[in-house]
């Protein structure tokens, strides 16, 4: 029997520990010896390289490890447990903070020494309790790291500069991530409900295994499964509780906001996958909650990536690139289920399979992404796309790096976004299996949104990289860039080698990501022995080959020699230089080109109803006859703005109760007390 100490739980748990420690010691020391910061964000960074390395080891052994240690609370005891799904999204969390904590060393160099501090005590905090979500077996545990995780989220939002909007975006996301804590608690209550001759519900009934074991009617199996994923939901960005990821991500400073989007998000998508298959219980779920999911999911990425378009700040583009991309996670899941539940193991295997492979290279190249928009804000000064243009001439290294990010995102083979979304189509088209047309029907209407949003999303994200990194300077600060710093180079080039090895190495990953839905759907995609090796992607084997991301860049690298031949071959010889067509301008300039409005123009025409658009059109009587277009996501002036009238209305109307005079309050406790027993009398 192997002792606990050379487990890969507690390997977990002493790197997350030392983790912690690092960070808050070298805060303190921060106040002290200021120059010390790159040393202690290296050191932090080596540490969640262990973390990585401690996940990929639990995922290749399979292990399942639990632990239990007595709590602060008599008879309510810590439950850990290192499965192949934990194993898989400490994986997730070491891979992506290492490359931020990497760039973080580089980032922090021109920060004051108390914002460095802040920032790097709330990132240990974060990374701490996230890690310790992913680890905790029982609802206790599991609420306390939760908690602490969403409140270490809103302090490394308010790390940023102390300016009203960050303050309001910290405190609406604290606001609906207390209010998803309250759903989840609710569901867990739910689950730990047990029909004993005492009617008394024992504390140890909240372990995840005693939970697991609770046997709920059809109605309360889609209530608890309702209430998992509104809870989730508010932190993961499901419509319509999204609303604070657009404002939460271009408010925090720039790692905060890669480890926002790349980590957190997951955590969500971790919460509700273990509480769908292992808590509610696959059996008990119903294939309409399947279909819901799945629609959900697909509305929710066409909305994400239509109003990324439409967006000319680089980090909130990304944010609703993000509702895009958790959409496409939920869309694979909800697919999953409905396969599942109607008899056919193989796609639903396939279909979680994709949707776990997604999260992961989404947690690499929207980390990626976001640090390269943030060297792009740091080197020109500018949050607005329109203000920069030409910055690969400047940033030629970097550039690189986010390019590569932006094919990823992008779905372009052989990247590794490619890999996931091609394998969830792949999935998808298995359709024909099913009985029924609804089903059918909505996996056709699944398939069609995500072919849709893929295109859509390497729409936006040509306008990210061919606004901002082509083209000539639109501003001062977009001629003045200057390349980003060796350290950042660094982390930044650590996320884009692991979307590399993702998108050229599939099977390798899809293989291991199998390991971590088998228990989940008690079905296995395996590769037979003859089958034709790891260069090769098979989504159904032994179907045959259908993809191999190695020959695919072997064919793209051969088709390009000769634009490189023909490239040399001319700085060789004589060249004859002359200017180019500029569409009747005779000079060019930063106004000749597309900006991040006339390139969306088109979105909003097509697609308006997903939109809140007020214009103005000039007419000869108005005395300054300029054209005006704003829009804004619709569910603030639908939803938001009405509840938060309401609420204050509600508020208002409450505080007339206050008088001021201890008889009124009197009579208010006596009513009250003869209210509650008159209701226990009759009860």
């Given at each position: 029997m192997t002792s606990l100490s050379a487990t890969p739980l507690f390997f977990s748990l002493s790197t997350l520990l030392a983790l912690l420690v690092t960070g808050l010691a070298g805060a303190w020391l921060l106040t002290r010896r200021p120059t010390f910061a790159t040393p202690i964000f290296l050191l932090l960074s080596l540490e969640t390289l262990a973390l990585t390395f401690s996940g990929l080891r639990g995922l290749l052994a399979g292990s399942d490890i639990r632990l239990v240690l007595p709590g602060g609370i008599p008879d309510l005891f810590i439950h850990l447990r290192q499965d192949p799904l934990a194993s898989f999204f400490l994986l997730l969390l070491g891979g992506a903070s290492t490359g931020v904590l990497l760039f973080s060393a580089g980032y922090t160099k021109d920060m004051a020494t108390k914002r460095v501090a802040e920032l790097l005590s709330r990132t240990t905090l974060f990374l701490f309790f996230t890690g310790g979500v992913f680890l905790a077996d029982d609802a206790y545990s599991f609420m306390v790291?939760?908690?602490?995780?969403?409140?270490?989220?809103?302090?490394?939002?308010?790390?940023?500069?102390?300016?009203?909007?960050?303050?309001?975006?910290?405190?609406?996301?604290?606001?609906?991530?207390?209010?998803?804590?309250?759903?989840?608690?609710?569901?867990?209550?739910?689950?730990?409900?047990?029909?004993?001759?005492?009617?008394?519900?024992?504390?140890?009934?909240?372990?995840?295994?005693?939970?697991?074991?609770?046997?709920?009617?059809?109605?309360?199996?889609?209530?608890?499964?309702?209430?998992?994923?509104?809870?989730?939901?508010?932190?993961?960005?499901?419509?319509?509780?999204?609303?604070?990821?657009?404002?939460?991500?271009?408010?925090?400073?720039?790692?905060?906001?890669?480890?926002?989007?790349?980590?957190?998000?997951?955590?969500?998508?971790?919460?509700?996958?273990?509480?769908?298959?292992?808590?509610?219980?696959?059996?008990?779920?119903?294939?309409?909650?399947?279909?819901?999911?799945?629609?959900?999911?697909?509305?929710?990425?066409?909305?994400?990536?239509?109003?990324?378009?439409?967006?000319?700040?680089?980090?909130?583009?990304?944010?609703?690139?993000?509702?895009?991309?958790?959409?496409?996670?939920?869309?694979?899941?909800?697919?999953?289920?409905?396969?599942?539940?109607?008899?056919?193991?193989?796609?639903?295997?396939?279909?979680?399979?994709?949707?776990?492979?997604?999260?992961?290279?989404?947690?690499?190249?929207?980390?990626?992404?976001?640090?390269?928009?943030?060297?792009?804000?740091?080197a020109t000064g500018e949050t607005n796309l329109n203000r920069m243009g030409g910055l690969l001439r400047h940033m030629p290294r970097s550039g690189t790096l986010v390019l590569l990010g932006v094919l990823s995102i992008s779905g372009i083979p052989p990247t590794n976004g490619f890999a996931s979304e091609w394998l969830l189509l792949q999935a998808t088209l298995q359709a024909r299996d099913l009985s029924g047309t609804i089903q059918r029907s909505s996996v056709l209407f699944g398939a069609a949104i995500l072919v849709l949003a893929s295109a859509l999303a390497a729409m936006a994200f040509l306008k990210f990289f061919g606004v901002g990194y082509l083209g000539l300077p639109r501003s001062e600060g977009a001629k003045a860039a200057h390349e980003c710093s060796l350290l950042e180079m660094l982390g930044m080039g650590w996320l884009a080698l692991g979307s590399l090895l993702l998108g050229l190495l599939p099977g390798l990953v899809l293989k291991e990501v199998v390991k971590v839905v088998s228990p989940l759907t008690a079905t296995s995609l395996t590769v037979p022995p003859e089958a034709y090796g790891w260069a090769w992607l098979l989504p159904l084997p032994p179907a045959g080959p259908s993809s191999s991301p190695l020959l695919l860049l072997a064919l793209v690298g051969i088709l390009t020699l000769p634009v490189f031949w023909l490239y040399w071959g001319t700085r060789r010889g004589k060249m004859r230089s002359a200017p180019p067509w500029g569409c009747g301008y005779r000079e060019l300039s930063g106004r000749s080109q597309a900006s991040a409005e006339s390139f969306a123009q088109p979105i909003r025409h097509f697609f308006p109803v997903f939109f809140s658009m007020k214009r103005h059109l000039p007419t000869p009587e108005d005395p300054d006859p300029v054209f005006d277009l704003s829009v804004e996501d619709p569910h603030w002036p639908l939803l938001y703005r009405p509840l938060f009238r309401l609420f204050i209305a509600l508020a208002e109307a409450a505080e007339r109760v206050r008088s001021g005079r201890i008889s009124v309050y009197l009579i208010y406790s006596f009513t009250t007390l003869i209210i509650l027993l008159s209701v226990l009398r009759w009860h």
């Open positions: 790291f939760w908690e602490v995780m969403a409140v270490a989220s809103f302090f490394l939002i308010l790390s940023g500069d102390k300016t009203p909007e960050v303050r309001r975006a910290g405190y609406l996301t604290l606001l609906l991530a207390h209010g998803g804590s309250l759903l989840i608690l609710a569901s867990f209550a739910l689950l730990s409900i047990r029909e004993t001759p005492s009617s008394i519900v024992s504390l140890s009934s909240f372990s995840f295994e005693a939970l697991s074991q609770s046997h709920l009617s059809p109605k309360g199996a889609l209530l608890a499964s309702l209430l998992f994923l509104l809870g989730f939901g508010a932190k993961a960005g499901l419509l319509p509780l999204h609303v604070w990821l657009p404002l939460a991500h271009p408010a925090a400073p720039t790692p905060a906001s890669a480890l926002l989007s790349g980590v957190m998000l997951k955590a969500a998508i971790y919460g509700l996958i273990r509480a769908l298959f292992e808590l509610v219980g696959l059996h008990q779920l119903a294939s309409s909650f399947g279909i819901l999911l799945m629609v959900t999911g697909a509305f929710m990425a066409l909305f994400g990536i239509l109003h990324a378009i439409l967006q000319s700040a680089p980090k909130a583009l990304l944010a609703y690139s993000s509702l895009e991309n958790i959409g496409i996670i939920l869309l694979g899941t909800g697919l999953g289920i409905l396969y599942l539940k109607t008899g056919h193991p193989l796609p639903g295997t396939l279909a979680l399979s994709a949707a776990l492979f997604h999260a992961l290279n989404h947690a690499f190249f929207k980390s990626l992404l976001f640090l390269g928009a943030g060297t792009m804000i740091h």
